[in-house]
């Protein structure tokens, strides 16, 4: 019998391998069958960077660093900008591809497609299909943007009436992920260029100079989803299969990885295998860090959407406060870094 058994190898599933690689515990990796997205931006934090580099998978990924970002809301006063300087760290984040980091991680590590018989079994395999969850009233449409100047190390977050529209530097050009009206995100998707990228700098409203070019198109539903019980006996849930966030911030992969880092302590250190009251200890343990930061996404993506006077008001009035208070703003930097342990 196996000591654990992870089901999906996704970024998540392979990190907790990885982790585990040097415990003296049985481990086996199962393979899902589902093919990864043709084009996902995702923005890894300088606390993940970490946790990759201890992996031994940092070295060789392609990214961009952030090193700033610049945050402010559609037709409205109120703007704030996040330095890595004032973090404490060399960048806020780094922005990469899905599909190569998954590769990276699969280089790594070794998958089996047969299912085996094991004391603990951890659910890795992505957003769960039997929760319904809280479904927003945004879809996102995700891209690749070419604009004049090219990026730097400079994202931008703008809220927008319809959800908040996001740009991250990528090798000279943008990554987007643009939440909005699903009938809107409908005809866009399928706009002609021209059209899509009018309205696009519309909403930009110059922050990033002009948009030219846009590739990979692709809409995605959003929603959050979230397990009642992290721990069920013997089997436990982690990054997405636990909690599937909206995409504001880019917390859920950079959470998922968290998640990946504790439970590969607890089973380490778990005397024969992995006891249920191991699983209940790493359940207690995570709970924090994923309830404020589930919060903290529900509230920008829904309590920041929304184009009433006292909503654009109240946002406004939050972003200035951020830019002026350095304390605040540099603890809402490395929350978003380092989760839980960023609180005092």
Same mark, same amino acid.
């Given at each position: 019998?196996?000591?654990?058994?992870?089901?999906?190898?996704?970024?998540?599933?392979?990190?907790?391998?990885?982790? &585990?690689? $040097?415990?003296?515990?049985?481990?086996?990796?199962?393979?899902?069958?589902?093919?990864?997205?043709?084009?996902?931006?995702?923005?890894?934090?300088?606390?993940?960077?970490?946790?990759?580099?201890?992996?031994?998978?940092?070295?060789?990924? $392609?990214?961009?660093?952030?090193?700033?970002?610049?945050?402010?809301? %559609?037709?409205?006063?109120?703007?704030?900008?996040?330095?890595?300087?004032?973090?404490?760290?060399?960048?806020?984040?780094?922005?990469?591809?899905?599909?190569?980091?998954?590769? !990276?991680?699969?280089? !790594?590590?070794?998958?089996?497609?047969?299912?085996?018989?094991?004391?603990?079994?951890?659910?890795?395999?992505?957003?769960?299909?039997?929760?319904?969850?809280?479904?927003? %009233?945004?879809?996102?449409?995700?891209?690749?943007?070419?604009?004049?100047?090219?990026?730097?190390?400079?994202?931008?977050?703008?809220?927008?009436?319809?959800?908040?529209?996001?740009?991250?530097?990528?090798?000279?050009?943008?990554?987007?992920?643009?939440?909005?009206?699903?009938?809107?995100?409908?005809?866009?998707?399928?706009?002609?260029?021209?059209?899509?990228?009018?309205?696009?700098?519309?909403?930009?409203?110059?922050?990033?100079?002009?948009?030219?070019?846009?590739?990979?198109?692709?809409? !995605?539903?959003?929603?959050?989803?979230?397990?009642?019980?992290?721990?069920?006996?013997?089997?436990?849930?982690?990054?997405?299969?636990?909690?599937?966030?909206?995409?504001?911030?880019?917390?859920?992969?950079?959470?998922? &990885?968290?998640?990946?880092?504790?439970?590969?302590?607890?089973?380490?250190?778990?005397?024969?295998?992995?006891?249920?009251?191991?699983?209940?200890? @790493?359940?207690?343990?995570?709970?924090?860090?994923?309830?404020?930061?589930?919060?903290?996404?529900? @509230?920008?993506?829904?309590?920041?959407?929304?184009?009433?006077?006292?909503?654009?008001?109240?946002?406004?009035? %939050?972003?200035?406060?951020?830019?002026?208070?350095?304390?605040?703003?540099?603890?809402?930097?490395?929350?978003?870094?380092?989760?839980?342990?960023?609180?005092?």
């Amino acid at each position: 019998m196996l000591d654990v058994l992870i089901r999906g190898a996704g970024p998540v599933g392979c990190a907790l391998a990885l982790a &585990l690689r $040097n415990s003296g515990l049985q481990v086996a990796l199962l393979e899902a069958s589902a093919a990864p997205p043709l084009f996902r931006p995702i923005a890894l934090s300088y606390a993940s960077r970490l946790i990759l580099e201890r992996l031994g998978v940092w070295t060789g990924l $392609n990214v961009s660093p952030i090193e700033r970002i610049l945050v402010s809301q %559609a037709g409205s006063f109120g703007r704030t900008r996040l330095d890595a300087a004032d973090a404490g760290v060399p960048a806020l984040g780094y922005v990469t591809d899905y599909a190569a980091l998954l590769a !990276q991680l699969r280089a !790594q590590v070794t998958t089996t497609t047969e299912v085996s018989e094991a004391r603990c079994i951890v659910h890795a395999e992505g957003a769960p299909q039997d929760t319904e969850g809280k479904r927003y %009233a945004q879809d996102a449409i995700v891209g690749l943007l070419h604009a004049e100047p090219p990026s730097t190390a400079t994202a931008f977050e703008r809220f927008t009436p319809e959800g908040p529209l996001a740009l991250l530097p990528l090798a000279g050009r943008y990554a987007l992920i643009w939440s909005m009206r699903p009938e809107r995100a409908a005809r866009l998707v399928a706009a002609s260029e021209a059209q899509f990228l009018r309205e696009l700098n519309a909403v930009a409203g110059g922050a990033i100079g002009r948009g030219t070019t846009i590739e990979k198109r692709a809409v !995605q539903p959003l929603a959050l989803k979230v397990r009642g019980a992290r721990v069920e006996g013997n089997e436990v849930y982690i990054g997405n299969a636990a909690q599937t966030l909206h995409p504001v911030a880019g917390q859920g992969l950079n959470l998922g &990885l968290r998640d990946a880092w504790d439970l590969a302590h607890v089973l380490g250190r778990a005397p024969a295998g992995a006891a249920p009251a191991m699983l209940t200890r @790493f359940a207690a343990q995570r709970r924090l860090d994923a309830g404020a930061t589930i919060r903290m996404t529900d @509230f920008l993506a829904a309590g920041f959407a929304g184009d009433n006077v006292l909503l654009r008001a109240a946002r406004g009035a %939050a972003l200035t406060a951020l830019d002026i208070f350095p304390a605040p703003r540099r603890f809402f930097a490395r929350r978003m870094i380092f989760g839980a342990a960023a609180l005092p």
